[in-house]
C-alpha cells in the first residue's frame, strides 16, 4: 500500500470525461494495481479511480507549476487517469501482507448459501454466475442473471440498513465499468429491511427483497391457535 498526500489536478479520459481541479488529495496505490483519489470527506469513497489490470507511469513535468505527472492505464479498455502532482506533502509505502477478508455473520452466511442455492427466490429464470464475485473494494455477496439475461449484483444483510445500501451502491459503481457486465442493477436481500434503507434503495434504483429464512432451508410452520 502506498499513501500519498499531494496537491493535484485530476483527468480522466474515455467514454467520459471528468476533471478535478488543484487541491489536497490523498492517492492510494494498492499492490492489486488499482490507484484511488479521495477527499477529506466522503467517507470511504473516492473521487475517482481505476481498477486493476492497469499500469502507472510517472514522470517528470515542469509546468504550470506542475512538478510531476502520474498516468494511470487500464490495460483491456485504454481508459487514462491523469494526475497532475503540484507538491507531494508525504509520500509513504508500507507491506500490509494477505488479508483473511471478511467473515460474514453465520446467519448472512448461511443466507447467502442457501439464495444461491435457491436463486428463483429472486424470480423465475434467474441463474446464478457466482458467490462472493470478486471487485477491488470486496467481493460482491452473489452476482446472478435475470430471466433476460441481464446481471444483477445481490448484497445480503440479515438486518438491511442504509449502510448494506450504500455497500451496494459502490459494487454496482465499479461492476458497471465492466463492458462485459454491464449494465448491472442491485437487489438489496435481507430477513429485516429497515424504512430508510427502502427509501434509499429505491432512490439508487435498487430492489429490496425480504428473504424467510426458515423459508429458504425447507422449514414449514403449522399455524397455531395463539
Known amino acids: 500500500m502506498r499513501l500519498v498526500i499531494a496537491r493535484c489536478s485530476v483527468d480522466y479520459a474515455g467514454k467520459l470525461t471528468a476533471h478535478l481541479p488543484s487541491a489536497v488529495r490523498l492517492i492510494m496505490v494498492k499492490a492489486d494495481g488499482s490507484v484511488s483519489i ?3 470527506d466522503r467517507a470511504y469513497k473516492p473521487l475517482n479511480w481505476m481498477n486493476p489490470p492497469c499500469t502507472l507511469r510517472e514522470e517528470a513535468h515542469e509546468e504550470n507549476g506542475a512538478v510531476a505527472r502520474w498516468t494511470v492505464t487500464h490495460s483491456k479498455s485504454g481508459e487514462r487517469l491523469i494526475l497532475t502532482i503540484e507538491e507531494v506533502l508525504l509520500d509513504h509505502g508500507h507491506e500490509l501482507g494477505p488479508d483473511p477478508g471478511l467473515v460474514k455473520d453465520g446467519v448472512e452466511a448461511h443466507l447467502q448459501e442457501l439464495l444461491a442455492e435457491h436463486i428463483s427466490t429472486l ?6 454466475v457466482r458467490r462472493e ?3 477491488a473494494i470486496g467481493p460482491v455477496d452473489i452476482l446472478c442473471r435475470d430471466a433476460g439475461g441481464a446481471t444483477v449484483a445481490v448484497e445480503i444483510k440479515r438486518r438491511g440498513e442504509i449502510d448494506g445500501v450504500e455497500q451496494l451502491t459502490r459494487y454496482l459503481e465499479l461492476l458497471n465499468r465492466d463492458p462485459l457486465l454491464a449494465p448491472v442493477r442491485g437487489v438489496f436481500a435481507a430477513q429485516e429491511i429497515k424504512p430508510q434503507a427502502r427509501v434509499l434503495a429505491a432512490d439508487r434504483g435498487i430492489d429490496c427483497v425480504t428473504l424467510d429464512y426458515d423459508a429458504l432451508r425447507g422449514i414449514e410452520h403449522e399455524g397455531t391457535l395463539f
Open 38 to 40: 479521495h477527499a477529506d
Open 133 to 135: 464475485y470478486p471487485t
Open 123 to 128: 424470480g423465475d429464470g434467474y441463474s446464478l
